[in-house]
C-alpha cells in the first residue's frame, strides 16, 4: 500500500510552512491583542451555545453505523493528544452517511462542537473556483488555453512576471510559475491586511508585485494561492458579478448548500467553530479565528460544514448537469505530475490510495483551521473532515498528521 507521509493523501504541505519571524508575529497578535484593532473590533462577545447553533438540519445514517467503533477512536485518541475540536464524515454506499463531531469549538465557553457546526475549509475553496472556472468553459466564455492577458487589466500583468504567457489551465493546475503570495515570509505584509477589508484580490497579488517567477509558464509544477486569486478577478471579469454573487448562484443554491457561504465583506459568520494554535505544545490553545491571510479571497474563504462539503464533491463526479462531461473530462483528465502532491487536474488532485485505487480532492488548512474533501469513484466513497485548529505548528501539526493518515488508511480498507 502507497500510503505514507508524502503526496496529497500523505502529506499536509499543501501551504509551506511559515517562518520563525511569522510563526512570532502570529503569537504576538494572539497572545496581546493589541495591534490588530480591525480584528479586535469584529471579535463578538460569547455568552452561550446559541451563538453558534447552525439552525440548518441534515440527515444521516450514523446509528448503529459499523463505521462508527472504527472512527471514535481515531477521532478520540486525536483529541486526547491537542485537536480541539473534530468533525468527519465519511459517505459509503452499503451503510449510508456517517458523521462522528467530538470536542469543542469554544474553548474558554465549553461549547461542544456540532455535526453540523461551521468552519473555514481553507484551500478546498479553489475547487469551487475552480467549478466555476469550468462552467464557464463549457458554456463557450473562456478556453481554458486562453491567455490571462485576454482578461486582466494591463497594470497587474506586467506587475507579474511572465504573466503575459500564462494560460487560465495553467492557473487551475498549478503550472504558471507565478509567486506564491503567502511564500512571502514578510509578517509585516501580513499583519497590514490583518483581515480587514483592505484585504482584497488586489491588495493580495500587490504583495507579488516584481517577484520573480519560479520557472517558464507550463514547464513544472509550483503550489501557488496566487494563482486563484487571478482565477476570481477572471471569473467576475467574465460573469460582471462579484464572485460571492457567483458562487451562490452557480454553486450554493442549485445544489442546496445552506450553510456554506464566501462574503468578503463579512467574512465570519455568526456561527463559525472557533480556530485556534497550540502554539506551546501543552494544550494551552491561542484562539486565532480572526489572523488569516486568505478570509477573503478566492483561494481559501469559503466557510462550510462537512454536510454542504460532501455534496459538493458528488455534484462534481456525479452530476453532469451541474458539471458537463466536457467540463468534467478537463477537470480529471491529463494530469500534471505534482511530485509529493500527487497529480494536480484543474482545481482538483489525484492520488494512489492503495492497490491502484485513486481519490480525488482537496486539503485546506488556515492559521487555525484544517479541512479535508476527498472522493473516491471507484468505491463511491465521500470523505470530509473539519478540525480547528491549524496543521501548522509544533504539536497540532504532528498530531493532525496522525489524524489523517489513519483515516485514510481505514478509507484504503473499506
Known amino acids: 500500500m502507497k500510503i505514507s507521509q508524502h503526496g496529497i493523501v500523505k502529506s499536509i504541505k499543501l501551504i509551506p510552512l511559515l517562518s520563525f519571524l511569522a510563526l512570532f508575529s502570529i503569537t504576538a497578535f494572539c497572545d496581546t491583542q493589541i495591534q490588530f484593532k480591525s480584528n479586535l473590533s469584529s471579535m463578538p462577545l460569547i455568552h452561550d451555545q446559541h451563538y453558534y447553533d447552525n439552525k440548518v438540519p441534515y440527515d444521516d445514517d450514523s446509528q448503529n453505523h459499523p463505521l462508527a467503533g472504527l472512527v471514535e477512536p481515531i477521532v478520540d485518541e486525536s483529541i486526547a493528544k491537542g485537536l480541539p475540536g473534530v468533525i468527519v464524515l465519511i459517505d459509503e454506499p452499503d451503510y449510508g452517511t456517517y458523521v462522528c463531531a467530538k470536542g469543542v469549538m469554544d474553548i474558554k465557553n465549553h461549547i461542544h462542537i456540532q455535526k453540523n457546526s461551521i468552519s473555514r475549509i481553507g484551500s478546498i475553496t479553489k475547487m469551487f473556483t475552480g467549478v466555476v472556472t469550468l462552467q464557464l468553459f463549457q458554456e ?13 487589466a494591463k497594470d497587474i500583468i506586467q506587475s507579474i512576471q511572465n504573466a503575459e504567457q500564462v494560460t487560465i489551465r495553467q492557473l487551475l493546475n498549478h503550472t504558471s510559475g507565478i509567486y506564491n503570495y503567502t511564500d512571502i515570509q514578510d509578517p509585516v ?23 520573480p517567477s519560479y520557472f517558464p509558464p507550463g514547464s513544472s509544477f509550483h503550489y501557488s494561492n496566487s494563482n486563484f486569486l ?32 464566501y462574503d468578503p465583506d463579512h467574512p465570519f459568520p455568526k456561527n463559525l ?11 494551552s490553545y491561542i484562539d486565532c479565528t480572526y489572523f488569516d491571510e486568505a478570509c477573503r479571497t478566492p483561494d481559501g474563504g469559503v466557510t462550510s460544514c462537512v454536510y454542504d462539503m460532501a455534496a459538493f464533491i458528488k455534484a462534481i463526479f456525479n452530476d453532469r448537469h451541474f458539471l458537463m462531461k466536457s467540463a468534467f473530462e478537463q477537470m480529471t483528465e491529463n494530469m500534471f505530475n505534482a511530485d509529493e502532491m500527487g497529480m494536480a487536474g484543474l482545481g482538483i488532485f489525484e492520488d494512489d490510495l492503495g492497490n491502484g485505487v485513486s481519490i480525488y480532492g482537496y486539503s485546506g488548512g488556515h492559521y487555525s483551521y484544517s479541512a479535508e474533501l476527498f472522493y473516491v469513484p471507484a468505491k463511491k466513497i465521500t470523505f470530509a473532515c473539519l478540525v480547528n485548529t491549524s496543521r501548522h505548528f509544533t504539536n497540532s501539526s504532528k498530531t493532525y498528521t496522525e489524524f489523517r493518515l489513519r483515516l485514510f488508511r481505514l478509507i484504503a480498507s473499506l
Open 140 to 152: 463557450h466564455k473562456i478556453s481554458l488555453d486562453d491567455p490571462i492577458s485576454k482578461y486582466l
Open 189 to 211: 505584509k501580513y499583519c497590514k491586511l490583518g483581515n480587514n477589508k483592505e484585504q482584497t484580490i488586489l491588495n493580495c497579488l500587490k504583495l507579488i508585485y516584481n517577484h
Open 273 to 283: 467553530a472557533r480556530g485556534y494554535i497550540d502554539i506551546n505544545n501543552d494544550k
Open 230 to 261: 487571478l482565477l476570481g478577478l477572471i471569473i467576475e471579469k467574465v460573469t460582471h458579478q462579484r464572485l460571492n454573487d457567483v458562487f451562490r448562484e452557480r454553486i450554493f443554491t442549485p445544489l442546496r448548500l445552506k450553510s456554506t457561504d
